[in-house]
């Protein structure tokens, strides 16, 4: 079963909306435009960690930056 972002606005062009599947020896990433990524649980892992860890965040001059809201 997908789970559909959180951060989805629901907009084609704006919301970038990803759904992930946590299978059995899979996690299975797709978008909107219809393209799949699949990773390990391993790699999954490492990548939620560097999400927590702030490795993606944008920069701060980024005008994107004043239009996410972090909960």
């Not at 990524?37 to 994107?64: N, Q």
Request: glycine share 8%.
């Amino acid at each position: 079963m997908f789970i559909k972002s959180s951060r989805c606005d629901g907009q084609q062009d704006t919301c970038g909306c990803v759904n992930v599947a946590i299978v059995r020896d899979a996690v299975i990433v797709t978008d909107e435009g219809g393209n799949v990524s699949t990773f390990d649980h391993f790699e999954w892992r490492d990548f939620i960690a560097g999400v927590k860890a702030g490795e993606f965040d944008l920069p701060h001059s980024s005008p994107a930056k004043t239009t996410i809201a972090v909960q």
